[in-house]
């Protein structure tokens, strides 16, 4: 059960594991830094709110920062990053495949409150880009169509023409997929278990 009162972050944790409401939730390690980005947060004039179970942080009607707690750091990310000059180059990505460096990550309770003025001067840039409504340009990811997929199409009339008919960002949706995938036979196994979608003219998060 995920939570919607922003208070249980802070004493339970965010409801979406079995740790919830145990000693061994990440946010009782890093309560005391997730409560001083809270504040610094706050008091920037941000207003407080619950999303996908975590406290988010908005502004002129924007999303513009989420706090996260994980069992060896906790964070603080800013959406729409690509709009931030980073000139202190604190940011770092959530994963290999973020395409900006989003989130300023800790790793002791005291590194809000050492780094307040930073997350301050970020948080400012950020509503004023809000205020603005100023947003990143659009950049669209090319993925390359794996050898296995070209092969799949040339074999399956009925396939290559559900794939021509799909939106690109349901084609890209399978090829990030795919490209996930680094052998040959485990890309070929998950265009077999994807037909019937694409078939359908479905993405391949979609039900």
Not at 112 to 124: K, V
């Amino acid at each position: 059960m995920m939570i919607t009162d922003i208070e249980d972050y802070f004493t339970r944790g965010c409801g979406r594991c079995d740790r919830f409401d145990t000693p061994d939730c990440s946010t009782v390690r890093w309560r005391e830094g997730l409560l001083a980005l809270r504040r610094i947060a706050l008091e920037a004039g941000l207003e407080e709110h619950v999303k996908w179970a975590h406290p988010c942080y908005m502004a002129a009607g924007r999303n513009i920062c989420i706090i996260g707690a994980f069992r060896e750091d906790f964070r603080l990310s800013f959406f729409k990053a690509a709009l931030l000059k980073d000139p202190e180059g604190v940011l770092e990505r959530q994963g290999e495949n973020t395409q900006n460096p989003d989130m300023i990550r800790f790793t002791s309770n005291d590194g809000p409150e050492e780094m307040e003025a930073l997350i301050r001067a970020y948080i400012a840039e950020a509503v004023g880009y809000a205020e603005k409504g100023i947003v990143p340009e659009k950049v669209e990811r090319a993925f390359e169509v794996p050898e296995e997929l070209l092969d799949a199409l040339d074999a399956d009339i009925e396939l290559a023409e559900a794939w021509e008919a799909l939106t690109p960002g349901r084609q890209r949706s399978y090829l990030f997929n795919l490209g996930q995938a680094k052998k040959a036979e485990t890309r070929a196994a998950r265009i077999e278990k994807f037909r019937d979608k694409i078939i359908a003219g479905k993405g391949a998060q979609e039900r």
